[in-house]
């Protein structure tokens, strides 16, 4: 019986056959990016110095502090617009309802108004008679005054022109299953949220009533449209007001993210911002 010797492949099939597998590989990780409904590309990193704290504002800018007292504020991709140096870091910054910028100092109980540039600082004291122990302050859409009183965990809306008491109720503190530990108060769309270090972000109507919570919390949380965005462990959820329905984009662990129409910043827990490219559609139900 004469064998007949197999052929071998030709070099042109083994080439054949390897591209083939690149291609299928190459497909196979768009069907990923195309099922995630989500790529973060990199615009900008770097490392500011020590961070204390992150926000933004309506137009998208973001602000850093810095442990030392600086402020600085940054466009879209990482430009410095404006800065200035405390001395020290303020207890809540607002720059929100733009174009006034809003810094409460706890320990001093003032908070400052600035404008867009950080400049031409306007300062005052919260009143005694509004608050014993005024923890925290923020302003309001109507241009008014949150204060929380830390000796009888009452939140209180002021006339900042007045020192007038407009509304008022308190915080049932057998929510916090701990002594209250808030770090942040803003106001949005009418409702009051609050972001306590145990109990998570709460949310109240404008006469007191808890409208939801949401637990575990993060070190942050904003606003896009609807929705109140915070981040967890690889992801940002954005969590709608109204029909509670979430929706989530994947990143990198970080410690704080911010997201405007066209950016999210991400902190590292090392200090280094990162800037990335962001879209609506790249959110995922």
Not at 79 to 106: C, D, G
Not at 224 to 239: N, R, S, T
């Amino acid at each position: 019986m004469v064998r007949v010797p197999r052929s071998r492949p030709s070099i042109d099939m083994k080439i054949g056959n390897e591209l083939l597998r690149f291609v299928l590989s190459a497909l196979a990780s768009l069907l990923l990016v195309v099922a995630q409904g989500q790529t973060l590309k990199k615009v900008k990193e770097f490392k500011p110095g020590k961070i204390e704290n992150i926000t933004i504002d309506r137009l998208g800018d973001f602000f850093i502090m810095l442990k030392n007292g600086t402020i600085t504020k940054y466009d879209a991709n990482g430009k410095v617009l404006a800065t200035v140096t405390l001395p020290q870091s303020p207890t809540l910054l607002e720059p929100w309802f733009h174009p006034r910028i809003m810094a409460y100092n706890q320990r001093e109980q003032t908070y400052t108004l600035y404008d867009r540039n950080l400049e031409n600082p306007i300062s005052q004291k919260v009143d005694p008679a509004v608050a014993i122990r005024p923890m925290l302050a923020c302003p309001t859409n109507d241009n008014q005054l949150l204060v929380l009183d830390q000796a009888d965990w009452s939140i209180k809306k002021v006339n900042a022109a007045t020192n007038q008491v407009m509304d008022e109720f308190y915080l049932d503190s057998t929510q916090f299953g701990r002594k209250p530990d808030i770090r942040l108060i803003r106001e949005y769309q009418n409702l009051i949220f609050i972001l306590d270090q145990n109990a998570g972000i709460l949310f109240y109507n404008s006469v007191g009533k808890k409208i939801n919570r949401i637990y575990p919390a993060s070190a942050n949380f904003g606003f896009f449209g609807e929705e109140l965005y915070y981040l967890q462990p690889g992801k940002i959820v954005f969590f709608d007001l109204y029909t509670e329905k979430t929706r989530e984009l994947k990143v990198p662990d970080a410690r704080w993210a911010l997201v405007s129409d066209e950016r999210v910043m991400l902190v590292s827990d090392k200090g280094k911002v990162t800037l990335y490219e962001f879209s609506r559609d790249m959110l995922k139900d």
